[in-house]
């Protein structure tokens, strides 16, 4: 006998926010549409997206209030580019990575955290040198290996045309990723992924695996009490997104941190 699945009486997934970092941009506004519209009772998981998580453990009222969710789950970024003309208003990388420890601690379980390493930049300098991230991935897998994070997510930059023209009018230029270089890059994540026991997930990378940055499955069997929430798939993301519904409650305005290659920032 088949069981059905209420879906509409299941509790929701907030994602606060894939559109822009509620907590490094606008920590006030996140705790009031928190209050306002996301009670806890209704909320299956409070998934935060930051690269800047400063503010969440400075701003005591919206630290208190996402405690009260039954189940967090975190989405930290480090690219090694903060503090840099890449990403001007970001915490540079020792002071975002001492925040580690204290982002599984508030979690409680270190599967609740993806590490995400994204993107990935080939550039050419004002300078005229050319400059890549890359190398700092190795350099974070110790510290991220030390506080039991597993998962984490990588992509290249993606050169829609208006990230091409704000990094012209800075006087940087777009190095090409061949498939030969990609190839490399990829290989040489995997194998320093195979020494550190990390799991790789490609998000909207074509030639790597559908990842679900929101994974329903792994939400359902993550949390407390082991309460379902939907599977079924994300609308109006982009075709290589194997994301869960949720509901996001940022939205696209010009973001703070300045990271000169994010698509979701308002032409400028």
């Excluded at 580019?81 to 982002?103: D, F, H, N, Q, Y």
């Excluded at 929430?229 to 939205?251: M, P, V």
Aim: aromatic fraction near 10%; hydrophobic fraction near 35%; proline fraction near 5%.
């Amino acid at each position: 006998m088949k069981i059905e699945t209420n879906e509409k009486a299941m509790k929701k997934i907030i994602s606060a926010s894939r559109r822009i970092d509620m907590i490094g941009n606008s920590p006030q506004q996140l705790l009031e549409i928190l209050i306002q519209k996301c009670p806890p009772e209704k909320v299956h998981t409070l998934v935060l997206w930051t690269k800047n998580v400063e503010n969440l453990f400075s701003y005591k009222p919206l630290l208190e209030k996402v405690k009260q969710y039954d189940q967090l789950f975190f989405h930290y970024t480090v690219t090694g580019m903060g503090g840099t003309i890449m990403e001007p208003g970001v915490v540079p990388p020792g002071k975002a990575m001492s925040r580690l420890e204290e982002i599984v601690n508030l979690v409680k379980d270190p599967r609740r955290v993806r590490f995400r390493f994204d993107p990935i930049v080939h550039l050419k300098l004002p300078d005229g040198s050319s400059y890549t991230n890359l190398d700092w991935f190795e350099k974070f897998a110790p510290k991220i290996k030390q506080v039991g994070i597993t998962d984490i997510s990588i992509s290249w930059m993606s050169v829609y045309r208006k990230v091409s023209a704000r990094l012209k009018r800075a006087g940087i230029g777009v190095q090409d990723v061949n498939q030969n270089l990609w190839q490399q890059e990829y290989n040489l994540i995997m194998e320093i992924s195979s020494r550190f026991n990390f799991t790789i997930h490609g998000c909207c990378v074509p030639g790597m695996d559908r990842s679900k940055c929101i994974d329903g499955l792994l939400l359902s069997k993550l949390h407390p009490t082991g309460e379902k929430c939907s599977l079924r798939k994300a609308k109006g993301q982009r075709t290589e997104c194997g994301c869960n519904e949720s509901w996001d409650i940022g939205w696209y305005f010009k973001c703070i941190h300045g990271c000169r290659y994010c698509y979701a920032n308002p032409v400028e």
